[in-house]
């Protein structure tokens, strides 16, 4: 593996979002948004705590509430009027749906967190701003009943994916926190939380690591070094720090979540389980599948011996080491040397689904069954709880079916891939756009795709090749052609040669492999520049 750059993504089975990215549609870093707590009281004095990033365990963490901080979350009238701030609901595009008048917070907030539970979150924006401008009435502009409301809306905002609007709420929350109380209050926590989120769904993952920091930095001075509430604010740093391409601060700060979460629940207790699998994506998307394996075999254990054999905690992880296997077959032994993830310059891609995907360069060493094994085991696991079947069924086969592509069991992947569809276009399921156009399973890009550690990087010119070509209902390539490039033509050759022997799972429609033209693979080369006559 001496050299060779790897740039897997999470692509070959959805198993969570990359890391790489925040999910604009939420606050944590599994792309779900942890939802209100159940109020305490129908009073006006009784308000929430505003909704913030965390984990996606079974009692995610999330900052301590604070005296200051427990005003009702967000709802009031969505329609503009002279007090409403820059980016509130009467300006936002998603503000459409209109609201009733209400003139007393409490009322206003049920009616909001109705709205938000059921996940109508166009319906819940006019609620979360009359709240703020009830707030603001009975309080002032510069009250500090007003962070939770600000908090609320500002989430919501996220959750209708107007990060703008979003960054403008938490803002002036910090702001009012930092004016009332200081900067280093515990007030101020949760507004920068969701700050720092809502700058990472926007793409500033600088803005966001500057802002999610300072919330670590505060929870530790107040809390201790080994607080227990700070797992989500440090789950969303890694996300950040990943995606700015710092991966050994990412690497760090994941090494320490897992550690000071052991340090709190123990080493058995089922709420690590996620932590786990964060942990095991990051060291797959470092191509470190060894690794990420022991990982995920770690969290089958727990969730074994909390669960029985039959515990739905098991998928992921089952999935997971399955994954693993394929990829360290595929890939070889781990790299030596420093981590390059997804995100690296080198990464190349399949433009039609916008993924990568392994190859089979250096890939010594037989596809262990074990990996076959473990995702049978799933579908076990997934057939005992039938209300998973809509979510976890088809994907699950998907995996199978890659599985033995890899394999050379032709037939048995279509097999499977059929049954798979059938599973995703079944009432209540996710439907069937895994399925939807062709996705790249094996593919050995040429040599020119790696720069030779032994050279300096500035005596190479990075280019890139576009071929463009059929996939076969069995998957295969037919009659590629480069489409575009900027490098020479003895370079496009080579990548055509290269995604002749790639296998792509096909692309079905009704449930049948189909023909599929205008397929395109985007390739980065590396071409080294020739060295002048002394």
Known sequence: MAGVVLTVRNALTPVRPALAALALAGLSVSGELVTFERADAQTETAPEQPPAPASSSE?????????SAQNPGNAAPSQPNAGAQPGAAGASPNAATPAAELTDRATAYRVFREHFDARRFSEALPYAQQLVDLTQAKYGAEAVELVAP???????????????????????????VESNNGGFSREVIAPLFGLGVTYAAAGDYLASTETLRRAVDVSRKLDGLFNVEQLGLVEALITSYIGLGQYEDAEREQQYALRLAETSYGRYDPRLIPLLEHGAVWLEESGRFITARQTYARAL????????????????????????????YLYGIEPVGPVVGVNSPQASGSVYGATTAPTTADAPGMLNEAGEDAL????????????????????????????????????DAMRTYKEAWNALAAPGAKGTAALDAPHLIIYRPPSSSRRSPTVDPEE???????????????GRVKDPTVATSDVNETVGKSVVTAIRRARYRPRFVDGAPVLTSGVKHRQTVFVRAAKSAA
Request: net charge positive; hydrophobic share 40%.
């Open 376 to 411: 049978k085991l799933a579908l076990a696991v997934v057939d005992a709880h039938p209300e998973m079947a809509a979510v976890q069924r088809g994907d699950t086969l998907i995996d199978l079916g890659d599985w033995y592509m890899v394999a050379a069991k032709p037939r």
């Open 301 to 328: 254990e727990i969730a074994r011996k909390a669960g029985g054999d039959k515990d739905p905690r098991m998928v992921t992880p089952l999935r997971g080491i399955a994954r693993m296997y394929r990829l360290e």
């Open 59 to 67: 009692s995610p963490p999330k900052p301590a509430q604070t005296p």
């Open 150 to 176: 600000l908090s609320n809306l500002g989430t919501t905002m996220l959750r209708l994916k107007d990060t703008n609007g979003a960054a403008v709420q938490f803002q002036r929350a910090v702001k009012i």
């Open 460 to 474: 190479y010119t990075e280019g890139f090749v576009e071929v463009q070509f059929v996939v076969t209902p069995e």
